[in-house]
């Protein structure tokens, strides 16, 4: 709705304005003048009914003039008022009125446009703040995990290098050991050795020699320095001895014998000496005993 005139003729006011329809149909039911601090109807009731097949598919235009009582005092705030199906249409009767009233809606959709920006605004900084603040909760947390991690492995790898370091302590402990319980029958062992090839000459001698050989072997078999050897390896590798016979208490004595001279750090062939096998039947053995222990 466009203001157009107001006029002072005949004892009364009379008031034209302009509507415009863009293809909606609308019904006004009456009209007032809101005139400095008094209300007037016009003098003839108004009404109009705009319908559907009138303003369907086309613009619209009504030049309308109403009547009011005569009135020699006029504001910037007077104003029209229609009551429409649409709501109330306000329309200021003044040019003053209609700036200010322009102003106003400017002003208004101004505000409504900054309030929109701002809470806009303040939804983009929230949301900035929560994501940053879950990015710093979740790094944090990563980055306790990652160094409890960390702290872990590191522990791990300490306690297993003293492991490491006291393994290494014990299978020296266990090498001077056996060497203190068998090195002056080696010795021994390696003296009639020399002395067999030097005197090849005399097959006496040599069967002599070889007695006395196969006589310190069999000393290196008998029960007593068997079960000094598994005491010692018991000692230094944690009664891994004891835990066999525990686990297969079905193995018997001469398997019990092999596993103590494996244990004990023993070379193949020695092992095979110590237990009158063949190199065959050593690697037979050891992996069988491995297959059951392991299974175990």
């Not at 009379?14 to 016009?42: E, Q």
């Not at 069967?207 to 029960?223: C, F, G, M, P, Q």
Request: charged share 30%; glycine share 2%.
């Amino acid at each position: 709705m466009e203001f157009e005139s107001l006029s002072n003729e005949d004892d009364k006011i009379r008031i034209s304005f302009k509507l415009k329809s863009a293809n909606v149909p609308f019904t006004i039911y009456d009209a007032k003048w809101v005139n400095c601090d008094s209300t007037f109807v016009p003098t003839d009731p108004f009404s109009l009914i705009a319908k559907t097949n009138e303003v369907s598919g086309k613009n619209t235009e009504w030049h309308i003039s109403l009547d009011f009582p005569f009135s020699d005092t006029f504001e910037d705030g007077d104003v029209l008022i229609l009551n429409t199906d649409k709501g109330i249409v306000r329309c200021p009767t003044s040019m003053t009125g209609k700036l200010r009233e322009d102003m106003d809606l400017l002003r208004t959709e101004y505000e409504n446009k900054l309030d929109r920006s701002i809470t806009s605004s303040r939804k983009a900084w929230i949301f900035f703040y929560i994501t940053l603040a879950s990015a710093i909760v979740i790094g944090s947390t990563i980055l306790i995990i990652v160094k409890r991690r960390l702290t872990r492995k590191r522990k791990e790898i300490e306690e297993l290098s003293m492991l490491i370091s006291e393994r290494a302590d014990r299978n020296l402990e266990l090498e001077a050991q056996v060497n203190t319980l068998y090195s002056s029958r080696l010795d021994t062992l390696n003296m009639l050795c020399n002395e067999y090839f030097e005197k090849s000459e005399s097959e006496k001698v040599k069967l002599s020699l070889y007695n006395e050989v196969e006589k310190h072997i069999l000393a290196l078999r008998d029960t007593k320095s068997i079960n000094e050897l598994e005491g010692i390896v018991n000692k230094y590798m944690d009664n891994i001895l004891v835990k066999v016979r525990e686990q297969l208490p079905e193995l018997n004595r001469k398997d019990l014998t092999f596993l103590t001279y494996l244990y004990a750090g023993f070379s193949p062939r020695a092992v095979c000496i110590f237990t009158n096998i063949k190199i065959k039947n050593f690697y037979n053995r050891r992996s069988r005993l491995k297959e059951r222990i392991l299974e175990t």
